[in-house]
């Protein structure tokens, strides 16, 4: 079983849809998690932290269930701009990262 | 957020030639850095750890005499690819942590050997 898994994707929306996605992993004892974006041909970039109590930034909503080693990501209203992939990323050790394979979103006009 | 770069950011290189790629942060100090690999539509894939002073950690998988990590400073690490063969072409992506929970990426190199 891989460490992290995603959805697989592609998800194609049209603009102002909501969209989910997400995400589970292995190891019990991961600590912190994080939802990255990555553009095409380019670094990730940090979308937002995730917290045990769930949070929101904007149209953005993370949710970390423990118990069940999940997290998600809801995207509502979707923009044009929200096109990337997006990845899960879990910190089990307080120093490395492990990164999902990713779920490409593309929102159509 | 904090800036880490790396250089170059393309190259092309001929199969058997060795490549250098370096991994800076402008503006912290990184005590740890990562390096990556990223194969097309793929995720990438952690290649090893580099802590200043001392040994990377390599992934099963990476071969440390092929990828040479040098983290010779808290803010500058390199990753030198010997003997580059065309199996070797790919993004390659550092980061660098500022505290446990802080990782920047820089912006990767993408290294093509003909």
């Known amino acids: 079983r891989k460490e992290v898994e995603q959805d697989p994707g592609p998800f194609n929306v049209p603009e102002g849809a909501t969209v989910a996605f997400n995400c589970t992993y292995s190891?019990?004892?991961?600590?912190?998690f994080f939802w990255y974006r990555q553009d095409c041909r380019k670094e990730p970039k940090l979308l937002m932290s995730?917290?045990?109590s769930g949070n929101e930034d904007g149209r953005f909503t993370a949710q970390l269930n423990r118990a069940s080693q999940y997290i998600s990501l809801l995207i509502r209203d979707s923009k044009l701009s929200d096109s990337a992939t997006y990845l899960c990323?879990?910190?089990?050790?307080?120093?490395?990262?492990?990164f999902g394979p990713g779920t490409r979103l593309s929102v159509l006009p | 957020g904090a800036v880490v770069s790396q250089h170059p950011s393309w190259v092309i290189c001929k199969s058997g030639t060795s490549v250098k790629i370096e991994c800076r942060s402008l503006?912290?100090?990184?005590?740890?850095m990562f390096w990556y690999r990223q194969f097309p539509k793929q995720s990438l894939m952690l290649m090893a750890t580099?802590?200043?002073?001392?040994?990377?950690?390599?992934e099963q998988g990476v071969e440390k005499d092929k990828f040479l990590i040098n983290h010779a400073s808290l803010t500058l690490s390199t990753l030198t690819v010997t003997s580059a063969h065309p199996e070797d072409s790919s993004f390659y992506i550092c980061?660098?942590?500022?505290?446990?929970?802080?990782?920047?990426f820089g912006p990767g190199t993408r290294l093509t050997v003909l």
């Open positions: 980061s660098a942590t500022r505290t446990v929970n802080e990782q920047f």
């Open positions: 190891n019990s004892a991961s600590q912190s």
């Open positions: 995730v917290y045990s």
């Open positions: 990323v879990v910190n089990w050790n307080g120093q490395n990262f492990v």
């Open positions: 503006d912290f100090q990184a005590t740890t």
């Open positions: 580099s802590n200043e002073g001392s040994k990377a950690t390599y």
